[in-house]
């Protein structure tokens, strides 16, 4: 499997994204620049942590109208897989791919810290590393890392959202449990990330790279790059 790591001025985890690639398994990736037109050869996409443009006018508004963008969107279109992480998942809600807006964190002040998340769904290409119900995974542990955060859609979309099944993470407690004090950032409905209807395309605030290695304290973040790898061969 291969994927592109799209890289923009202000792009801070591309290294990361490409370090966790290479330890899942049998994965080569390669960086593609904001102005590329077109998308090497590949089956997935990933879109990294940063600060695209230094977040100017809002975080993702000016990446997503990148020349590149326009190759993801038609990529995504596909049915190829892409992966928006933080700056990424801001990117895919600006340019349409997502539904849903990230606003300013509740507390309003950036907010970097570990946090649990709760896997919802493993039906999708990104989570069936992880397991949900009766076996479900323990909570899992990820970083964050971002000043706009907080997941915001209206209540029709968010019917639709939990109607569609495509909550795919909801930060929690050490039980698994959604509260209020286990939201970092004030997101609707304890929101982490999401997928879009066709579920190929997902964004999500926590840092699955930067939990991908046991020497940075954990390796929960590698079930969403191995989930991936394992979707492109069956």
């Given amino acids: 499997m291969k994927c592109a790591i799209i890289q923009f001025p202000g792009s801070n985890c591309d290294q990361d994204c490409m370090r966790a690639v290479r330890d899942s398994g049998d994965m080569a ?14 089956d997935a996409v990933i879109i990294p942590g940063g600060f695209s443009y230094g977040d100017y006018l809002r975080a993702g508004a000016i990446a ?3 020349p590149v963008m326009r190759a993801v969107q038609s990529f995504a279109a596909l049915g190829g897989l892409v992966l928006g992480i933080c700056n990424g998942f801001q ?6 791919l997502l539904p849903g807006v990230l606003l ?3 507390t309003l002040q950036f907010a970097c810290r570990p946090v649990r998340l709760r896997v919802e769904r493993t039906d999708g290409p990104f989570t ?12 899992l542990t990820m970083p964050i890392a971002h000043g706009q955060g907080s997941y915001f859609v209206d209540p029709a979309t968010l019917r639709t959202l939990q109607e569609r099944r495509q909550i795919v993470f909801r930060y929690c407690d050490a039980h698994g449990a959604v509260t209020t004090d286990a939201n970092p950032n004030g997101s609707i409905d304890g929101i982490a990330g999401v997928c879009n209807a066709a579920g190929n395309v997902l964004g999500l605030m926590p ?16 079930g969403v790059f191995r989930s991936m790898l394992a979707a492109r061969r069956t």
């Fill in 29 to 42: 990736a390669e960086f593609v620049w904001h102005k590329a037109e077109k998308l090497p050869p590949v």
């Fill in 104 to 106: 300013m964190n509740r």
């Fill in 64 to 66: 997503a109208h990148a």
């Fill in 128 to 139: 069936a590393a992880y397991a949900v119900g009766a076996n479900a995974t323990p909570p």
């Fill in 91 to 96: 990117i895919l809600t600006e340019a349409g």
């Fill in 207 to 222: 840092h699955p790279e930067r939990a991908a290695d046991s020497l940075l304290g954990g390796v929960d973040g590698l």
